[in-house]
């Protein structure tokens, strides 16, 4: 099995202070949910975090900002200019939730086989280090191995790709 994946960088850098207030990558994920409208029980579901721990998330959340409520982290965020970029956020954890179900579904499938995931990027294209380094661990996890490389060379010699992906297999058993 070969997939043939795409993803974005990550945002968290450009959101991590909004309007003078400072958060970090967790938080960031908290308020994407909140102004999302999802409730403390399913943000803790899709985090694989406890509802308590979201729960003190959002109550530093509300110190940060000096308001006592989810609506006023709404407004906050509303009145400031990161609100689409942190409906992103959001739609990206959604995606990211739904792609470690996948992996769980792909690693019960394929326990008995060796399976491939290959990368092509533009042979402009920068390798964005820790993406891939996340990536290649998840997939990892679910017996892929993970190639990367310019398209334009897996493209041109699809016959050393293949065989190169077949090493590795047979590595494996």
């Known amino acids: 099995m070969i997939l043939?994946?795409?993803?974005?960088?990550?945002?968290?850098?450009?959101?991590?202070?909004?309007?003078?207030?400072?958060?970090?990558?967790?938080?960031?994920?908290?308020?994407?949910f909140i102004i999302s409208g999802r409730p403390a029980k399913k943000i803790a579901?899709?985090?694989?975090?406890?509802?308590?721990?979201?729960?003190?998330?959002?109550?530093?959340?509300?110190v940060k900002l000096g308001c006592n409520s989810q609506e006023g982290i709404k407004d906050f965020i509303?009145?400031?200019?990161?609100?689409?970029?942190l409906r992103g956020h959001y739609n990206n954890l959604c995606i990211r939730a739904e792609f470690e179900k996948t992996l769980d579904n792909i690693r019960s499938l394929v326990k008995e086989q060796t399976s491939v995931c290959l990368f092509?990027?533009?042979?402009?294209?920068?390798?964005?280090?820790?993406?891939?380094n996340q990536l290649e661990r998840h997939l990892t996890l679910s017996?892929?191995?993970l190639f990367i490389g310019a398209k334009d060379h897996y493209i041109a010699d699809l016959a050393k790709t293949a065989n190169r992906c077949r090493q590795v297999v047979e590595m494996e058993m």
Do not use: C
């Open 4 to 32: 043939l994946l795409s993803f974005t960088i990550n945002t968290y850098k450009y959101l991590e202070e909004i309007n003078g207030a400072r958060f970090t990558p967790r938080e960031i994920d908290i308020i994407s």
């Open 45 to 62: 579901s899709l985090l694989s975090l406890s509802p308590k721990t979201v729960e003190n998330y959002i109550h530093n959340i509300m």
């Open 78 to 85: 509303e009145n400031s200019d990161q609100f689409s970029s």
């Open 120 to 132: 092509l990027l533009d042979d402009n294209q920068e390798k964005p280090n820790l993406l891939f």
């Open 143 to 145: 017996v892929l191995h």
